[in-house]
């Protein structure tokens, strides 16, 4: 009997494809090193870098339709100062000024701007006659620019209009309103104070003197040019 022919190997096919594998990478390689001859070892380098820094794939500058928009404020409402004209008593006029004392009518003043006082000065102010503590009114929105007592006055009220332009002067007063102080805003109609006999005024006549006078570029409360009130109210 012959002897059974030795096994035939089993891997041979396993070395041939190993090999022909290698050829393969080697000629891979081959081409990388050609077409990048100076970073043929560092193929995964870049892309790792690009991820990790994001401005250099979205550096891209905005379209026109992207740009943002330059900030514009929003409008501001229309002042409600009032308007002043060329003319201060047609200006005055415009405002349709409320009666300084509560109760009197239009018609019942008087004019007494031109009247002489003490025989040598004019009287440059309306007198208004009215009952003692009836309430005298701001004619007009404003300010209290001072609160002063004088001789001649007595308790007095300086109020400025809302374009510092005019001062409105309140005299002889019984007393203030309560509460009333300097720098404190009032409106139209408010009570400022009631009427008196403090300062000059005879002790028999109560009344309010009101004055206007525009005021000069300095603002000085006691200082400006008078306007008969009568001519503004009447």
């Known amino acids: 009997m012959k002897p059974a022919p030795p096994p035939k190997p089993q891997y041979s096919w396993l070395a041939f494809a190993a090999a022909i594998g290698f050829l393969a990478g080697m000629m891979v390689m081959a081409a990388v090193v050609t077409i990048f001859p100076s970073g043929a070892g560092k193929t995964a380098t870049p892309a790792v870098e690009a991820a990790a820094t994001p401005t250099e794939r979205f550096d891209v500058k905005p379209t026109g339709r992207d740009e943002p928009r330059p900030f514009t404020p929003p409008a501001e409402p229309p002042s409600a100062v009032p308007s002043m004209s ?16 509560l109760g009197i009518k239009r018609q019942d003043l008087r004019d007494t701007f031109n009247e002489s006082r003490g025989g040598t000065r004019r009287h440059e102010a309306l007198d208004v006659l009215a009952p003692r503590h009836t309430p005298v009114l701001a004619v007009e929105d404003g300010t209290i620019a001072k609160l002063f007592t004088s001789n001649a006055g007595g308790i007095t009220i300086y109020q400025f209009d809302p374009t510092k ?70």
Do not use: M
């Not at 060329?86 to 004392?101: C, I, Y």
């Not at 509460?179 to 805003?185: A, F, H, R, V």
């Not at 004055?211 to 503004?232: C, M, N, Q």
């Open 86 to 101: 060329a003319n201060p008593l047609e200006d005055l006029k415009s405002r349709n000024l409320t009666l300084p004392v």
């Open 165 to 234: 332009t005019y001062c409105y002067y309140y005299a002889h007063l019984e007393r203030y309103a309560d509460g009333l102080k300097e720098g404190q805003s009032v409106k139209r109609g408010e009570v400022l104070g009631y009427v008196g006999t403090t300062g000059n005024a005879p002790r028999d006549t109560p009344h309010l003197h009101f004055a206007i006078f525009k005021l000069s570029d300095e603002k000085r409360w006691w200082e400006g040019t008078p306007i008969d009130p009568y001519s503004v109210l009447r």
